[in-house]
């Protein structure tokens, strides 16, 4: 398998293709959205709206959004808690592998970069796992770097039949895969899957994305369709905000998700909110995306799509979590390391970026109540 | 003026239903205690047994728990769900809620259908969550339900009796007490669904989304209770807004 492929469409011969015009779709629209032209009218009726059309979520992450940015936040607080009452899901991610074939250049994990690399046997995911239930969490992400050959379908099958041992949901962030494979994984208890898109815009996506299957576009974008296919209960969407404009990418990113439902109607929808942060590969912290840009895109998600989860991450700091979970953040994770073990086992294996928020469960949990809302450490049933 | 609510075989007073989860589980007592509130629904999904922040845990002794089937999206699995239910001590009521659409959370009357007799043949007393047709309401009843639960408009969109007709056939032409469950915002719309005929309100977010969740819990139960009130003592015509004519439409029959 050649490390660099110059041709970013250029699919490997296991790569399941699917007959679907869904990223063209999204790209389309992309292309037309231009945020300068949106005016304070459009944002304000955008606001009036029962239901907004992807022309009003448009107009929400434009330029002309920007001063409307406290009753995008009243409106979106409103709908959360239609939606969702104060309660907030708890959950912690656990990385089992880093070994990765691809080489993002924004990435900690990029092949190319020197680091300790390491995969957790299925005995010390056992313990981590043990370690991190007796926190009372019971949802847990598990995540690998993307090796077809050091975290194999079967490795991650194994992961995921000890996480249903001890948690009641189970998501997986790992590498794009065929639907077959996702049955699998189903199968051995997994419900939803997280692919980031990363950047939307296929030029950029080329350039940030050097070598490896990763490189491959539209296997990536399609991951969402074929893990619903592949009998997944929920998938998660995130652009990766700061690779590129990120107002177009959040566009896309929303318009996929939302086209996506439309056509699988009983999918769980949820967005997650990444930003580019500082690690061995991005030393330096001149993403133009601020808090105040990353809230506007979360706001925006939620007013155009009330019903969708929406996770805040711990590449952002305690007081933006706390703040943003009681206007539009659903899901928060507690207890967070970002290396492989770190819990109940010695770290083995380094960091995929920095963490800004590094409270225990116990502690986001009191977090929450302060507030006046409510932690849920249990919101599924298996059946 | 006495007027059970009875559903199996069970005797209820309050015609308050409570839903859960949209606030915080500490305030669950108050609000039971303020509502007048016999029975209370729980999403099973959100049962953690012997972990933190079981809702069930919070259920005050002697209230008659409704586990909902929320998450099933068809008859085995909403199927799968009642069972649990059942295990965890939840007794044989069960809320039936099956949801193909992630979107709106509108009920699948079919597979609800279908549920319902697979849930009346193990014994469940099954109350199903549809929408308010009357075809399928009549399904739902050969199929064993205890009662159907209607929704009054979208779920959590607080916007009240929008299917007010439909509603009204139900009360009608079904032997069954008539629930409205999805939609109810405000204590007067509560009332106005009593006034109507049915059997009792089914309320969440109204009562989340308050300012005083408390109070609000009060609020609703008054209403209820007017609206019942009201309904019993048989409400008289209300005139319609429309003129009458200046000379008898009858009076050619004198003329002849």
Same mark, same amino acid.
Do not use: W
């Given at each position: 398998?050649?490390?660099?492929?110059?041709?970013?469409?250029?699919?490997?011969?296991?790569?399941?293709?699917?007959?679907?015009?869904?990223? $063209?779709?999204?790209?389309?629209?992309?292309?037309?959205?231009?945020? =300068? #032209? /949106?005016? !304070? +009218?459009?944002?304000?009726?955008?606001?009036?709206?029962?239901?907004?059309?992807?022309?009003?979520?448009?107009?929400?992450?434009?330029?002309?959004?920007?001063?409307?940015?406290?009753?995008?936040?009243?409106?979106?607080?409103?709908?959360?808690?239609?939606?969702?009452?104060?309660?907030?899901?708890?959950?912690?991610?656990?990385?089992?592998?880093?070994?990765?074939?691809?080489?993002?250049?924004?990435?900690?994990?990029?092949?190319?970069?020197?680091?300790?690399?390491?995969?957790?046997?299925?005995?010390?995911?056992?313990?981590?796992?043990?370690?991190?239930?007796?926190?009372?969490?019971?949802?847990?992400?598990?995540?690998?770097?993307?090796?077809?050959?050091?975290? $194999?379908?079967?490795?991650?099958?194994?992961?995921?039949?000890?996480? =249903? #041992? /001890?948690? !009641? +949901?189970?998501?997986?962030?790992?590498?794009?895969?065929?639907?077959?494979?996702?049955?699998?994984?189903?199968?051995?208890?997994?419900?939803?899957?997280?692919?980031?898109?990363?950047?939307?815009?296929?030029?950029?996506?080329?350039?940030?994305?050097?070598?490896?299957?990763?490189?491959?576009?539209?296997?990536?974008?399609?991951?969402?369709?074929?893990?619903?296919?592949?009998?997944?209960?929920?998938?998660?969407?995130?652009?990766?905000?700061?690779?590129?404009?990120?107002?177009?990418?959040?566009?896309?990113?929303?318009?996929?998700?939302?086209?996506?439902?439309?056509?699988?109607?009983?999918?769980?929808?949820?967005?997650?909110?990444?930003?580019?942060?500082?690690?061995?590969?991005?030393?330096?912290?001149?993403?133009?995306?601020?808090?105040?840009?990353?809230?506007?895109?979360?706001?925006?998600?939620?007013?155009?799509?009330?019903?969708?989860?929406?996770?805040?991450?711990?590449?952002?700091?305690?007081?933006?979590?706390?703040?943003?979970?009681?206007?539009?953040?659903?899901?928060?994770?507690?207890?967070?390391?970002?290396?492989?073990?770190?819990?109940?086992?010695?770290?083995?294996?380094?960091?995929?970026?920095?963490?800004?928020?590094?409270?225990?469960?116990?502690?986001?949990?009191?977090?929450?109540?302060?507030?006046?809302?409510?932690?849920?450490?249990?919101?599924?049933?298996?059946? | 003026?006495?007027?059970?609510?009875?559903?199996?075989?069970?005797?209820?007073?309050?015609?308050?239903?409570?839903?859960?989860?949209?606030?915080?589980?500490?305030?669950?007592?108050?609000?039971?205690?303020?509502?007048?509130?016999?029975?209370?629904?729980?999403?099973?999904?959100?049962?953690?047994?012997?972990?933190?922040?079981?809702?069930?845990?919070?259920?005050?002794?002697?209230?008659?728990?409704?586990?909902?089937?929320?998450?099933?999206?068809?008859?085995?699995?909403?199927?799968?769900?009642?069972?649990?239910?059942?295990?965890?001590?939840?007794?044989?009521?069960?809320?039936?809620?099956?949801?193909?659409?992630?979107?709106?959370?509108?009920?699948?009357?079919?597979?609800?259908?279908?549920?319902?007799?697979?849930?009346?043949?193990?014994?469940?007393?099954?109350?199903?969550?549809?929408?308010?047709?009357?075809?399928?309401?009549?399904?739902?009843?050969?199929?064993?339900?205890?009662?159907?639960?209607?929704?009054?408009?979208?779920?959590?969109?607080?916007?009240?009796?929008?299917?007010?007709?439909?509603?009204?056939?139900?009360?009608?032409?079904?032997?069954?007490?008539?629930?409205?469950?999805?939609?109810?915002?405000?204590?007067?719309?509560?009332?106005?669904?009593?006034?109507?005929?049915?059997?009792?309100?089914?309320?969440?977010?109204?009562?989340?989304?308050?300012?005083?969740?408390?109070?609000?819990?009060?609020?609703?139960?008054?209403?209820?209770?007017?609206?019942?009130?009201?309904?019993?003592?048989?409400?008289?015509?209300?005139?319609?807004?429309?003129?009458?004519?200046?000379?008898?439409?009858?009076?050619?029959?004198?003329?002849?």
């Amino acid at each position: 398998m050649p490390l660099i492929k110059v041709d970013a469409e250029e699919y490997y011969d296991n790569m399941e293709r699917l007959p679907t015009d869904l990223m $063209d779709q999204v790209l389309a629209l992309t292309k037309e959205f231009d945020p =300068a #032209k /949106y005016t !304070s +009218s459009d944002v304000v009726r955008a606001l009036e709206k029962d239901h907004l059309l992807p022309e009003d979520f448009a107009a929400l992450l434009s330029p002309a959004a920007d001063p409307y940015l406290e009753k995008m936040a009243e409106r979106a607080r409103d709908e959360t808690r239609r939606h969702f009452g104060n309660s907030v899901c708890m959950f912690t991610p656990i990385y089992t592998s880093n070994y990765c074939t691809n080489q993002c250049v924004y990435c900690g994990f990029n092949c190319k970069n020197q680091i300790h690399r390491a995969k957790l046997s299925i005995e010390e995911v056992d313990t981590e796992m043990k370690a991190i239930a007796s926190t009372g969490l019971t949802e847990i992400l598990i995540l690998t770097g993307e090796s077809r050959t050091m975290s $194999d379908i079967e490795y991650i099958g194994e992961c995921i039949k000890v996480a =249903a #041992k /001890y948690f !009641s +949901s189970i998501g997986m962030e790992v590498y794009p895969m065929n639907s077959d494979e996702y049955r699998y994984l189903r199968d051995c208890g997994a419900d939803y899957v997280t692919v980031f898109q990363e950047t939307y815009d296929p030029k950029r996506y080329a350039e940030l994305h050097l070598g490896g299957p990763k490189r491959i576009f539209s296997y990536r974008f399609n991951a969402q369709e074929r893990a619903l296919r592949g009998g997944m209960r929920g998938v998660a969407f995130g652009a990766l905000l700061g690779l590129g404009d990120f107002r177009k990418d959040a566009f896309s990113c929303g318009m996929h998700a939302y086209l996506l439902q439309r056509k699988y109607p009983h999918a769980e929808i949820s967005f997650s909110l990444p930003r580019l942060r500082p690690c061995i590969s991005n030393e330096k912290d001149d993403n133009p995306v601020h808090e105040r840009q990353l809230l506007q895109v979360a706001l925006a998600y939620r007013i155009f799509m009330p019903f969708a989860g929406e996770t805040i991450s711990t590449r952002e700091c305690k007081d933006f979590r706390d703040n943003i979970v009681g206007l539009c953040a659903t899901k928060i994770s507690a207890g967070v390391c970002v290396g492989i073990g770190g819990r109940a086992e010695e770290e083995k294996g380094d960091e995929q970026f920095d963490i800004s928020d590094p409270r225990s469960v116990e502690e986001v949990r009191k977090a929450l109540v302060d507030k006046g809302l409510q932690p849920v450490f249990n919101d599924y049933v298996r059946v | 003026m006495e007027d059970p609510l009875i559903i199996g075989n069970k005797r209820f007073n309050s015609r308050f239903i409570l839903g859960s989860g949209k606030f915080s589980l500490e305030m669950t007592d108050a609000v039971i205690r303020n509502g007048g509130v016999e029975i209370a629904t729980l999403a099973i999904r959100r049962a953690n047994k012997g972990g933190e922040e079981d809702i069930l845990d919070y259920m005050p002794e002697g209230i008659t728990l409704l586990p909902n089937t929320s998450g099933a999206r068809n008859a085995e699995e909403a199927l799968r769900i009642a069972r649990l239910a059942r295990e965890l001590g939840c007794g044989d009521m069960i809320k039936v809620e099956i949801i193909k659409d992630s979107k709106y959370l509108l009920p699948d009357n079919c597979e609800t259908i279908r549920a319902i007799k697979m849930l009346s043949d193990e014994g469940f007393v099954a109350m199903p969550y549809m929408m308010p047709d009357l075809s399928a309401a009549r399904a739902m009843a050969d199929a064993g339900a205890a009662a159907i639960m209607p929704l009054g408009a979208p779920i959590g969109s607080n916007k009240g009796l929008l299917t007010k007709e439909f509603i009204k056939i139900l009360v009608e032409e079904i032997n069954l007490p008539v629930i409205v469950d999805a939609g109810i915002g405000r204590p007067s719309q509560a009332c106005e669904a009593m006034e109507l005929g049915c059997a009792a309100v089914m309320a969440n977010t109204a009562i989340a989304t308050a300012k005083d969740v408390p109070a609000m819990a009060t609020a609703f139960r008054m209403a209820i209770e007017a609206g019942i009130l009201a309904y019993l003592s048989g409400p008289g015509r209300v005139l319609e807004d429309r003129g009458e004519a200046s000379s008898p439409l009858t009076g050619f029959l004198g003329r002849l």
